[in-house]
Nanobody
Framework: QVQLVESGGGLVQAGGSLRLSCTAS????????LGWFRQAPGKEREGVSY????????AYADSVKGRFTISRDNAKRTVYLQMRSLNAEDTAMYYC??????????????????WGQGTQVTVSS
């Protein structure tokens, strides 16, 4: 019954910004930690960002640090990924994921139980 639904993807020119959203149902959102992942053509799915259930602990991949910001709104049961200064290397399908019990590797896809179906981000150069 758990569902994660991403939205906000689209086509954007290099240097532009997008905000992705992921709304969850069927789980206790306020006590679940969340992550954003992405998968580009021909590449493995990689961790982009993470936010702990209490919201004070975050993590970012080196490739997006300083450009992307993760946040959450428990009342809306939504996690966001604000992306700025986008470049062609950011082109990928972006997925949100949730886990009830944190593991030791927050940017590892194997740490997560639940996944959305993704939203496509395409950056034109």
């Amino acid at each position: 019954q758990v569902q994660l639904v991403e939205s906000g993807g689209g086509l954007v020119q290099a240097g532009g910004s997008l905000r992705l959203s992921c709304t969850a149902s069927g789980l206790t959102f306020a006590t679940s930690s969340l992550g954003w992942f992405r998968q580009a053509p021909g590449k493995e799915r990689e961790g982009v960002s993470y936010i702990k259930w209490h919201g004070d602990t975050t993590a970012y991949a080196d490739s997006v640090k300083g450009r992307f910001t993760i946040s959450r709104d428990n009342a809306k049961r939504t996690v966001y990924l604000q992306m700025r200064s986008l470049n062609a290397e950011d082109t990928a399908m972006y997925y949100c994921a949730a886990v009830v019990v944190d593991g030791s590797r927050p940017l590892d896809r194997r740490s997560y139980q639940y996944w959305g179906q993704g939203t496509q981000v395409t950056v034109s150069s």
